[in-house]
């Protein structure tokens, strides 16, 4: 493998027992003091740049699955808060209005704010529906008292008109017969 004094270098690929052998050839000082030759076995080439590749991929395996790990706990810290509000809407939806929203400072904690502000003022609202429905109960208990009583007073009142009338009509049936025996005598 000679060089050409107007070339930097030359590389050739050479066959040998053992295998190929890439010879490299580049001047000394434009090739006055000789050329530098420099041989490689192929084999062990291709061997270094098989070991390089598996280290670059193992290296881009390994920077793949710390990305994965970063992003999967970057999503669970930012899905966190809308998965604690969707438990507490799931409660509301029960009728669980007890249970908060944990408060934060981003706009899903803004949002959960809202949100047991809401709740705070349903469970005052059903608070409030639930006294009026047991005084509503009480009242209409006492409608029924009322209802009652003067549906017996009614029927008191028939029952006195009832024997007012059995008893007035039947003495004058009475007066009436013994009248009509007396004529018919």
Known sequence: NSVDSNLEQSLII?????GKVLDIATPILEGKDGTLRL???????????????????????????VALLISHFLARLLTRPIAALSKVTNAV????????????????????????????KLSAYRDELLQTNKELTVLNKLRSYL?????????EERKRIARELHDDIGQVLSEIAVVL?????
């Open 14 to 18: 050479i066959n040998t027992n053992e």
């Open 39 to 65: 041989g490689l076995s192929y084999n062990r080439h291709e061997n270094i740049i098989t070991q390089y590749i598996y280290f670059l991929l193992l290296l881009v395996g390994l920077a793949t699955l």
């Open 93 to 120: 939806a029960q009728g669980n209005l007890s249970l908060k929203v944990p408060r934060g400072g981003d706009e899903i904690g803004r949002l959960g704010t809202d949100f047991n502000i809401m709740t705070e």
């Open 147 to 155: 209802l009652k009583q003067v549906i017996d007073a009614q029927e």
């Open 181 to 185: 025996k007396d004529i018919e005598d």
